[in-house]
């Protein structure tokens, strides 16, 4: 079946470094693929999302990009701040499962320290 | 944006205790959504809707079960509370149209003593 597997965290990072969590997939059909960004206490948005092969999705600072020949969709940003320590879950929707709901990673905890 | 309501956001109950969690949508969303959260923050899907009087089965075996009387409305109740069922618990839902992308709800955190 359809599976999504992120980089194990927790990754603490320094303000202004770079940040890359991996996120590859494995799916029948064409998926979508997403990353969705919870902070403490609050529920889960969608942070970005691409929806077929070479999409770049992008947001606040973040960029992730869907590479079918390595089945990956790593996210990065250049420069990461105190307010972007959250939990980040790399997801697919897969077309051909129809109705099915996302497959969600086991999500990444990031830490940003001043 | 979505609008997506849990209520409550939290609640400490005593074991036994049946209890309702709240889940309501003013989008008029078909597909809805309740997972449980666990303390690694892995999401585990519990039960899921696709419609009115539509209700399924997640990947994670729950004792808690739902209806879906209204399309706004998505309870989730557990007869009888045991420590075990203290966690995370979020709801989502997701338009017809736009297939991929599901909102969340705020969650409500249970804590069972």
């Known amino acids: 079946g359809d599976s999504v597997t992120q980089m194990e965290g927790p990754v603490t990072l320094s303000e202004e470094a770079f940040l890359t969590i991996n996120c590859t997939y494995t799916?029948?059909?064409?998926?979508?693929l997403f990353w969705y960004v919870q902070y403490p206490g609050e529920g889960l948005q969608l942070l970005l999302k691409?929806?077929?092969?070479?999409d770049k999705g992008s947001n606040k600072g973040f960029e992730a990009t869907y590479r079918k020949e390595t089945t990956s969709f790593h996210l990065e940003k250049g420069s990461v701040q105190v307010s972007d320590s959250a939990v980040y879950f790399c997801?697919?929707?897969?077309?051909?499962?129809?109705?099915?709901?996302?497959?969600f990673g086991k999500g990444t905890r990031l830490s940003v320290i001043a | 944006e979505a609008d997506i309501y849990q209520t409550p956001r939290y609640l400490v109950i005593g074991t036994g205790k049946k209890i309702t969690l709240e889940c309501s949508q003013t989008?008029?969303?078909?597909?809805m959504y309740w997972y449980q959260q666990d303390p690694g923050m892995e999401l585990h899907l519990i039960h899921y809707?696709?419609?009115?009087?539509?209700?399924e089965k997640g990947d994670l075996s729950s004792e808690s079960t739902v209806s879906r009387i209204r399309t706004e409305h998505f309870p989730l109740t557990l007869e009888s509370a045991r420590p075990s069922h203290t966690s995370q618990y979020l709801c989502?839902?997701?338009?017809?149209?736009?297939?991929?992308?599901?909102?969340f709800g705020p969650g409500t955190r249970l804590t069972v003593l």
């Open positions: 997801a697919l929707s897969d077309l051909d499962r129809g109705n099915t709901p996302l497959v």
């Open positions: 691409a929806t077929k092969a070479d």
């Open positions: 989502a839902s997701r338009p017809s149209r736009d297939i991929h992308t599901q909102y």
């Open positions: 989008m008029g969303h078909d597909k």
């Open positions: 809707s696709y419609g009115v009087n539509s209700t």
């Open positions: 799916a029948t059909g064409y998926p979508s």
